[in-house]
């Protein structure tokens, strides 16, 4: 029965292992039921934590907290294309915050203006430009959201964030040699999902 204290694990802590258990079936629930009380479990769970993150990365109170509540109305929404196997439920809530905040800091960039040819007949490209450029934006967004989390976040502190391989392996934990493997597999997926744009 939900609700009682009484655990396999005693009075202490649960394993982690049981806790990505639990979240594992949250969401589940949230998937299959629209389970309004697991929801707001995993809400209370991931809220403060991916406010917080934000803020590590520099986002003030107010966005990081608008942040947090459009990454879990996003878990709310597409909570049945989680996949236990792919990752934990915190790896994979992650990685949509990771993603919406990359979303938001493109839309957000300040406008400049640029620079005035002497001739220029229109300000704005040809139709026919200005829809294939929009056409390769989404065939990559759809590339890299196609990757392996672990994958996807080396892509995004490297180009994204433009750290070099170094410091993505001292900011993951990881060896060198396996930030660049994952690098160059990422790079050959997109690539090949790419292959017929010139």
Do not use: C
């Given at each position: 029965?939900?609700g009682?204290?009484?655990?396999?694990?005693?009075?202490?802590?649960p394993?982690?292992g049981?806790v990505r258990?639990?979240?594992?079936?949250?969401?589940?629930?949230?998937?299959?039921?629209?389970?309004?009380?697991?929801f707001?479990?995993?809400?209370q769970?991931?809220?403060?934590?991916?406010?917080a993150?934000?803020m590590?990365?520099?986002?003030?109170?107010?966005?990081?907290?608008?942040?947090?509540?459009?990454t879990?109305?996003?878990?709310?929404?597409?909570?049945?294309?989680?996949?236990?196997?792919?990752?934990?439920?915190?790896?994979?809530?992650?990685?949509?915050?990771?993603n919406?905040?990359?979303?938001?800091?493109?839309?957000?960039?300040?406008?400049?203006?640029?620079p005035?040819?002497?001739?220029?007949?229109?300000?704005?490209p040809p139709?026919?430009?200005?829809?294939s450029?929009?056409?390769?934006?989404?065939?990559?967004?759809?590339?890299?959201?196609?990757?392996?989390?672990?994958q996807?976040?080396?892509?995004?502190?490297?180009?994204?964030e433009?750290l070099?391989?170094?410091?993505?392996?001292?900011?993951?934990?990881?060896?060198?040699?396996?930030?660049?493997?994952?690098?160059?597999i990422?790079?050959?997926k997109?690539r090949?999902?790419?292959?017929?744009?010139?």
């Amino acid at each position: 029965m939900v609700g009682l204290s009484i655990t396999p694990w005693g009075h202490g802590r649960p394993p982690a292992g049981a806790v990505r258990g639990v979240m594992a079936d949250l969401l589940r629930q949230v998937a299959e039921k629209a389970d309004v009380a697991a929801f707001r479990e995993l809400y209370q769970t991931y809220g403060p934590r991916v406010k917080a993150y934000m803020m590590r990365q520099g986002a003030d109170a107010a966005t990081a907290e608008d942040l947090a509540q459009e990454t879990l109305m996003t878990v709310w929404r597409r909570a049945a294309l989680y996949s236990q196997e792919k990752g934990s439920a915190a790896t994979w809530i992650f990685a949509i915050a990771r993603n919406l905040r990359i979303d938001r800091l493109r839309r957000e960039v300040p406008w400049q203006e640029l620079p005035q040819d002497d001739d220029t007949a229109s300000d704005e490209p040809p139709a026919d430009e200005a829809l294939s450029a929009k056409e390769r934006q989404a065939r990559v967004r759809a590339a890299l959201a196609e990757l392996p989390t672990e994958q996807h976040e080396i892509v995004v502190l490297s180009y994204i964030e433009g750290l070099s391989h170094g410091a993505i392996a001292a900011r993951l934990g990881l060896p060198l040699g396996t930030v660049k493997s994952r690098m160059r597999i990422a790079y050959q997926k997109i690539r090949a999902a790419l292959e017929d744009l010139k």
